[in-house]
């Protein structure tokens, strides 16, 4: 089981005029620039979304199972896991039946362990598949981006922008750093 982003936020957690402040940019003078700080900017987003295993941004996505896990547990790898925002069974058709409300709940932990729980009275699938759409990421509805990761983001798109192309990058160090309390590890 793979989550599928369908929708994502279309705002960055770090904003250009933020980074043009952190590099004490003119923001006269760095207009033609807007392009190239907005991509370092979901650049580092992005690797430090790979070097924490937490979503940085808010974001919808989809689940598709062919069965009930036998212990109702499911765990997910989208950290911190907000809400569940439908569970449905799907027909060869299409078409989606919605479940009743409280047969698929979030987990305990959705930050440290995020994961869904399934009611032992869940239907039978029964040769259709499960569909649960759950909202996922820092922002929006969940919880603000911890200030050390926006401050890893703007260190790591200042770096990427002060060393383009010249030398190999070195920041990845300081973002990791930064990230560390924040990572998810795995067993």
Partial sequence: MIPLRI????????GVPDLRAYLRVDSDAGADE???LQAL???ARA???IETRRILVPG???IALTAWPPDGQVPLPLSPLVAILRAGLADP???VTDLDAGLVRLG???????????DPAAPDPAGRTILIEVAAGYGGDGPPLPEPLRLAILRLAAARYERRGDEPDAAPNDAAALGAPFRRLRL
């Fill in 7 to 14: 929708a994502a936020a279309a705002v960055e957690p770090v």
């Fill in 60 to 62: 919808r996505y989809r």
């Fill in 34 to 36: 807007d392009g190239l």
């Fill in 108 to 118: 305990p932990d959705p930050d440290g362990a995020p994961s869904l729980q399934v």
């Fill in 93 to 95: 058709s299409g078409g």
């Fill in 41 to 43: 900017i979901a650049a």
């Fill in 47 to 49: 690797s430090l979304e």
